[in-house]
């Protein structure tokens, strides 16, 4: 679903230990029981007309970030109290970043990077930001350079700081930024799932779902433990041809589309920097949309609800599904059955 250029944009980090690691957290933010934040209070005082905050992030040697969120969020709840509260982080943003807080459903005006006024919302949908929270970090002439779609880890996060601040992205990609980085471990496995088949069989003409993952991973194994060990996310992966990827491996693989290539190119390919990612294509092997975060499951069972009920054929936001989807479950809790991430992983 994501145009070519999206893709190279839309990209996430790999979990691994970063060189630099954060400390231990300081507790900046009130620690809440439900999922409502407060905005750290180092964020940039704005006035919502982005071509200036850039320009004067820029006349400071900073660069500007867009943090998009909304209300009741549990995962920017996370990135905000668990992430932005750590002390190399958030020295890391104020010596190099500006930051700006936009709410995805929000009505404010805004002027864009073109000078045009628009909303909240509005330059939220032309930024196709379909997780909360999304980062999008901006350069002097206000593209895209990196996003991070969802909650990431800290040690993640550190790591996504480092290759903007330190300007790689100006000679590297960032999928060749953490190949440099990547230790490789020969040693390892992939978690194993009942429902995968393997990369090279045959087509079955079902959409696709394909995992990227890679060896020594902690966020794999808690996506699999605390996500994918459930029925309810099971069930969902019924519909779909389900493929697990090493994206760091050289083993020839079939991709959806009919290409073959190694596990590593494919990766490549499809700008995949952050594990475990969850690509979904259709049954011609065109991507609809992916997961590149921590997710729990229930946005893991709305994504693949999204994908294989062709809900994005008639509404591309995945946010309005899961706004849908939500209200549905609240007003009729028995459609809600069995354990769900919480239950098995507390503190997830």
């Not at 194993?192 to 003409?205: C, L, T």
């Not at 969850?278 to 609800?305: C, K, W, Y």
């Amino acid at each position: 679903m994501q145009t070519q250029i999206a893709k190279v944009l839309t990209i996430l980090i790999l979990s691994f230990t970063p060189t630099v690691q954060a400390n231990t957290p300081e507790p900046q933010q009130a620690q809440t029981s439900f999922p409502s934040f407060v905005l750290p209070d180092w964020f940039k005082v704005s006035f919502l007309d982005l071509s200036e905050d850039n320009l004067e992030a820029q006349e400071e040697g900073k660069q500007l970030v867009v943090f998009f969120s909304q209300e009741f969020c549990p995962y920017c709840k996370a990135m905000v109290e668990q992430n932005l509260t750590q002390t190399s982080i958030r020295d890391t943003f104020e010596r190099h970043f500006d930051v700006v807080s936009l709410d995805i459903w929000g009505a404010r005006e805004v002027y864009g990077f073109d000078g045009e006024e628009t909303t909240e919302k509005a330059i939220a949908a032309a930024l196709d930001v379909q997780f909360t929270p999304t980062l999008m970090f901006f350069d002097a002439e206000g593209e895209v350079i990196l996003r991070l779609n969802g909650y990431v880890s800290p040690y993640d996060m550190t790591t996504a700081l480092e290759y903007v601040s330190q300007r790689h992205y100006t000679s590297m990609s960032i999928f060749d930024y953490l190949a440099s980085q990547q230790r490789p471990d020969p040693t390892g496995k992939l978690n194993p799932q009942p429902f995968f088949v393997d990369p090279n069989a045959p087509s079955q003409g079902q959409p696709r779902a394909v995992l990227f993952e890679q060896t020594a991973c902690p966020d794999c194994d808690n996506f699999h433990r605390c996500v994918l060990s459930l029925e309810s996310v099971q069930t969902r992966f019924a519909p779909f041809q389900t493929t697990q990827i090493d994206m760091w491996s050289s083993e020839p693989v079939k991709t959806p589309d009919g290409r073959s290539m190694t596990a590593r190119d494919f990766a490549k390919s499809l700008d995949i920097a952050y594990a475990p990612t969850l690509v979904l294509f259709d049954a011609n092997g065109q991507e609809i949309i992916r997961a590149d975060s921590q997710l729990r499951n229930f946005h893991t069972e709305a994504l693949l609800e999204f994908a294989s009920e062709s809900v994005y054929l008639e509404d591309p936001s995945f946010q309005a599904y899961i706004e849908l989807r939500g209200d549905r479950l609240r007003a009729n809790p028995n459609l809600r059955q069995g354990p769900t991430t919480r239950d098995v992983c507390p503190n997830l």
